[in-house]
C-alpha cells in the first residue's frame, strides 16, 4: 500500500457553541441586513420621501393611495422578515437548558447536539456561508440557517468549515 494512503487521516473538530440573546440578535440582524439589503431599504426610504412629497402637494389620487399601499406592504414584509425569525431564534433559545450546544464537524458532516436533541447534516447541505465578526451563518435554504458564533471556535476549525462547504459545493460570503 502506498505511504500516501497511510497518511491520510480523517479531521474532526468539536466545540461548545455558548448562545445568548444579544449574540442572537445580532445574528438576525445580520440575516436580516444581508437578506433584504441595503437597495431595497434605500427604495423604501426614495418611496417614502416621494409618498411624502405628493401627499404635502395634495395629491390624493389612486395612484397615491396604491403608492401608500405598496410601500405600508414592502414595510411590512421587512419588519416580518426579522419578527419571525428572532422569534423563532428566541424560541430555540429558551429551550436551551444552559444556552450550549455541542458542535462537531468531520470530514463528511457536522453534528449539532444540545438540550433539545441531536442532528447531523452532510456538508452538502449547507447551500451558503455568512461571515461576521462575532458569528457565522450557515445557511440551508435562503431562510433557514445556523448561527455559530465564532469565538467558541478553535483554530483551525473555521477554516475546516469553510473548506468542507466549498468542497461540498456550497458558497462562502
Not at 431599504?41 to 426614495?46: A, D, Q, R, S
Not at 430555540?92 to 453534528?111: G, I, M, Q, V, Y
Not at 457565522?136 to 465564532?150: E, G, Y
Request: proline share 3%.
Amino acid at each position: 500500500m502506498p505511504s500516501d494512503l497511510r497518511k491520510l487521516t480523517l479531521m474532526t473538530y468539536e466545540t461548545t457553541l455558548v448562545y445568548s440573546v444579544p449574540l442572537l440578535r445580532k445574528a438576525v440582524f445580520a440575516f436580516w441586513r444581508r437578506s433584504v439589503g441595503s437597495g431595497y431599504i434605500g427604495i423604501l426610504i426614495l418611496l417614502s420621501a416621494f409618498l411624502a412629497f405628493r401627499v404635502l402637494q395634495g395629491d390624493t389620487s389612486w395612484a397615491v393611495g396604491a403608492l401608500g399601499s405598496a410601500l405600508a406592504l414592502g414595510m411590512g414584509m421587512a419588519v416580518a422578515l426579522y419578527v419571525v425569525h428572532f422569534r423563532s431564534a428566541m424560541s430555540k433559545f429558551s429551550a436551551l437548558d444552559d444556552s450550549k450546544a455541542t458542535f462537531r464537524a468531520e470530514e463528511s458532516s457536522f453534528t449539532l447536539t444540545s438540550s433539545m436533541g441531536t442532528v447531523t447534516y452532510r456538508w452538502s447541505t449547507i447551500k451558503e456561508v455568512w461571515q461576521f465578526p462575532d458569528i457565522c451563518l450557515l445557511l440551508f435554504s435562503k431562510a433557514q440557517f445556523v448561527t455559530i458564533p465564532t469565538a467558541c471556535l478553535p483554530d483551525g476549525m473555521r477554516a475546516f468549515i469553510l473548506q468542507r462547504v466549498l468542497d461540498a459545493g456550497g458558497k462562502v460570503r
